[in-house]
């Protein structure tokens, strides 16, 4: 039985459509996240399931259990769900302690419900501190703590890390991690940051006009986008125009097989858009075979470097991004050759 | 199998359970259009009246030598002193947030003190040190001195918000300290001074006390004389209209410059309410001294009365305030943006011109509330309603419609949520809105001249009347009651700016 199944949703505000006719299935115990750009109905979509915001159209059902049918709607209070909003929402009247204890039970806190949630959270000795008294990632575990003291069926995470400093972000977003996988529990993370959408979740969900165009694994979604738009959106991409004959694209970074499970792919031919990977390229000194280009500049990443390379070509891009591992050789401006290896992707040129 | 699952959900089901309302519920809607016509209702009795009265006697009344006059006399005296305040407010918030002038955290708060002192007692301060300041020159520096604050805080508060980069930058392009301050500084601080020089105009209009003393003749003190001592209502109503038409024109003024924080508006007018000067009071306490004019009232008696009125107006004026400030906060539309401005316009209204109004509905319609105390804690109630709003409006923000979201996700009902989370939340704010209102009220002097039933004194018309009689000593008693009656509401006022600055000081 799913955590979470929803079937055709609809939402509109007095500003348009946000959901159109959005459908999700969600494994009990998975992480997964929303990945959309803002105003894609990432928010609304978790205010639904949290029971904030009722459906014009359609069902959302929680563990086999109809919350939302559009006419009829389960009250929040009634339905289990931890919700913790972007700015984690603390209480400010109310003290760390105070905060979490805000929806535990009677025989919850007899039975030490909240000691343990702060000590799992990490806050021993500030429970008597105010929300105004914590640092940002501080007052985002407490949040968390808050939401898991109702023994919630589910989560929801609305951009629980975007207030953070880069520095911070990845630091709390491993503790985060490490809290849910202890617990658990079902979780959906909205996120428009797709490291963190691609690096967190079991699965994710790719929001584009009120409806999931794409659910899968990380990788999936990296290396098997449906559409140029989600090849372009999730990582790094280089288009190329090529000529695909018998499953293969021909492209001036030499032939690529075509890897495409979801459509024959015998059945695209004729002029098309190859998404080659930085990480599929390989850099050879000018004269070799392959597409001639000129070293721009190397973005050194430590583990590795992104070597942008300009090109004369009219098939490829003007920039082309090359992943190499470590340290690139190549100084401003040197002569180069361009070549790929491994599977691609196309679609028909229009 | 639709009918199956639907079967599941009947248990848990309540009826239907929006959070987020696009439309205000019904209530709140009615209320806050209820306040705004009450808050209407003295523009609306001018006019009656001023129909009453028919325009022939009011043209006659109007285009004549002493309108001119009175024009004349509000126009070089609003000239001058707007000036001067905008020059000392805005050099004096320079001196102290941009430079390191010695002793300048000490400064600051005392170049607010004048906001603490009713014009009147700045007014008598100087009368009785030297009695040769008088009429105009005596008017430009008495309300010089005393409305300054008007221009300092905003100009002060902006200043300390505004990033410096902006002035570091500019010398790092070449210009040197003045250049900087004269195109830098001052230019991004002009809508802010303005606003405060707008201020300083809406505080002349209404000004009646310290004109009196110092003999100089404008708008109120010729209203309050035909009306109290001539009994010609007509004339009254005719200068009234004049007086609103310069209010609604400054205004209309100040809506017009572009948006800044109007926290330094709020802000001074907070400080305006903040008690009595004690340095004052405690001189002409020592001066002790007896009146040959017979006490109509202890200050016990005077004081009870004081307490009862400002309190009943305290308490209307919060309950008026918040169903406006829900509204605007949480259901923000045009249509609702509009209601709320129109609250604005009773701050275009001096007291004297509110009093009036209630005055002359009272006679043609209501004799019977007419010298009772409920058109007095109806007047203190308009007149101060904006102090009351800035407040709620403010602790309005500090709840936000998110906290009771995630209170209900939690596992709470409403009525659990409304109580744990909202109403904590509030409550400071409206203890802070009651408390602006009533000290405000402790010390106004014009419209309870005009309004307060008869037999009775306050605090604030027996000090009048000892003074009007050069009884200083026999006045002191009364203005201490004043202090002591508002030090309390002051202190735990100052203790929720405190809070508020603290919780706004750290990144949420």
């Known amino acids: ?313 009219p098939q490829l891009p003007r920039i082309i991004r090359v992943r190499i591992w470590g340290a690139s050789g190549w100084g401003r401006d040197a002569a180069v050759t361009l070549s790929a290896s491994g599977e691609a992707q196309a679609w028909p040129r229009p | 199998m639709r009918s199956a699952e639907m079967s599941t959900l009947a248990p848990a089901l309540a009826g239907p359970a929006p959070l987020r309302r696009r439309r205000p519920p019904l209530a709140l809607g009615l209320a806050s259009c209820l306040v705004a016509l009450l808050l209407l209702l003295p523009l609306a009795f001018l006019l009656l009246e001023a129909r009453q009265v028919g325009w022939g006697q009011l043209s006659a009344l109007l285009f004549r030598q002493l309108t001119a006059s009175l024009l004349w006399n509000m126009a070089r005296l609003a000239a001058v002193v707007t000036v001067a305040a905008a020059a000392i407010g805005t050099l004096a918030a320079f001196l102290v947030e941009r430079t390191d002038l010695p002793g300048r955290r000490v400064l600051g708060p005392l170049l607010l003190l004048p906001l603490a002192v009713p014009d009147f007692v700045i007014a008598f301060g100087w009368i009785s040190l030297a009695p040769a300041v008088r009429g105009y020159w005596g008017a430009v520096l008495v309300m010089t001195m005393g409305l300054y604050p008007l221009v300092y805080l905003p100009v002060a508060a902006s200043l300390r918000g505004a990033d410096p980069s902006q002035e570091e930058t500019a010398r790092t392009l070449g210009q040197g300290p003045w250049r900087t301050f004269w195109h830098v500084t001052l230019r991004r601080a002009r809508p802010t001074i303005l606003a405060g020089c707008l201020l300083v105009s809406l505080a002349l209009l209404a000004e009646y006390g310290a004109f009196e003393i110092l003999g100089y003749q404008t708008f109120t003190t010729e209203i309050f004389t035909e009306f109290q001592v001539g009994f010609n209502a007509p004339a009254a109503c005719a200068l009234a209209l004049v007086v609103v038409l310069i209010g609604l024109a400054v205004l209309v003024a100040e809506g017009a410059l572009p948006e800044r924080g109007r926290v330094g508006g709020a802000g001074a007018l907070i400080g305006v309410s903040l008690g009595v000067p004690i340095g004052v009071i405690a001189f002409w306490m020592l001066q002790g001294g007896r009146s040959t004019l017979p006490a109509s009232a202890t200050v016990a008696s005077a004081a009870g009365h004081t307490i009862a009125y400002s309190a009943a107006a305290a308490a209307i004026a919060v309950l008026m305030a918040l169903p406006v400030a829900l509204l605007a906060i949480r259901h923000p539309s045009p249509s609702v943006r509009l209601l709320e401005r129109s609250t604005y316009i009773v701050q275009g209204l001096p007291g004297l011109v509110i009093a009036l109004a209630l005055v002359f509905f009272a006679l043609h319609y209501l004799p019977s509330v007419y010298q009772t105390s409920s058109l007095l804690i109806g007047a203190y109630a308009m007149l101060f309603f904006p102090l009351a709003y800035v407040a709620i409006r403010a602790s309005v923000l500090q709840a936000p419609v998110g906290l009771e979201e995630v209170a209900r996700s939690l596992g709470r009902r409403p009525l659990a949520v409304r109580l744990r989370v909202t109403l904590p939340l509030v409550a400071p704010g409206l203890a802070a809105a009651f408390c602006l209102v009533f000290i405000s009220a402790v010390t106004e002097l014009t419209a309870t001249l005009i309004l307060v039933p008869t037999g009775v004194q306050t605090l604030a018309t027996q000090f009048w009347a000892y003074t009007g009689n050069v009884s200083y000593g026999a006045a002191a008693p009364y203005a201490a009651a004043m202090v002591a009656i508002s030090i309390v509401p002051a202190v735990l006022l100052g203790r929720w700016f405190d809070r508020r600055d603290l919780r706004r000081g750290r990144p949420s």
């Not at chain 1, 929680?62 to 700015?87: H, I, K, M, S, T």
């Not at chain 1, 302690?97 to 990490?122: C, D, P, W, Y």
Request: contains cysteine; hydrophobic residues 40%; neutral net charge.
């Open chain 1, 1 to 313: 039985m799913s955590a979470i199944s929803i079937s055709d949703l609809h939402k509109s505000f007095r500003e348009g459509p946000v959901l159109q006719g959005l459908e999700l299935a969600v494994g009990k115990g998975s992480l997964t996240a929303i990945l959309g750009r803002s105003g894609s109905g990432k928010t609304t979509l978790l205010r639904l399931i949290a029971g904030l915001e009722r459906a014009d159209r359609g069902r959302i059902s929680l563990a086999g259990q109809v919350v939302d049918d559009g006419p009829r709607c389960v009250r929040p209070e009634a339905r289990r769900v931890g919700y913790v909003p972007q700015d984690g929402a603390l209480f400010p009247h109310l003290t760390v302690e105070q905060n979490i204890r805000f929806g535990v039970s009677r025989a919850g806190r007899r039975a030490g419900r909240v000691e343990s949630l702060i000590r799992m959270v990490g806050m021993e000795g500030l429970g008597g501190r105010y929300p105004h008294q914590l640092s940002g990632g501080q007052q985002q575990r407490v949040a968390l703590a808050r939401a898991l003291a109702i023994d919630p069926q589910l989560l929801l995470l609305d951009e629980p890390f975007s207030a953070l400093d880069p520095a911070l972000r990845a630091a709390v977003r491993e503790e985060v991690g490490a809290i849910l996988a202890a617990t658990g529990i079902t979780t959906l993370l909205v996120t428009h940051d797709q490291d963190e959408a691609l690096s967190v979740a079991d699965q994710v969900a790719v929001l584009r006009g009120g409806r999931v165009v794409q659910l899968g694994s990380p990788e999936q979604l990296y290396g098997d986008p449906v559409d140029l738009e989600m090849a372009r959106f999730l990582g790094q991409a280089n288009l190329v125009d090529g000529m695909v004959e018998g499953g293969v694209a021909h492209t001036p970074l030499g032939p690529m097989r075509l890897r495409w499970p979801r459509q024959a792919a015998d059945h695209l031919s004729g002029p098309a858009i190859v998404l080659v990977r930085p990480e599929q390229i390989t850099i050879a000194a000018g004269g070799s075979a392959g597409a001639p280009g000129r070293i721009v500049h190397t973005q050194f990443h430590g583990h590795d470097s992104v070597v942008v390379v300009a090109s004369q070509l």
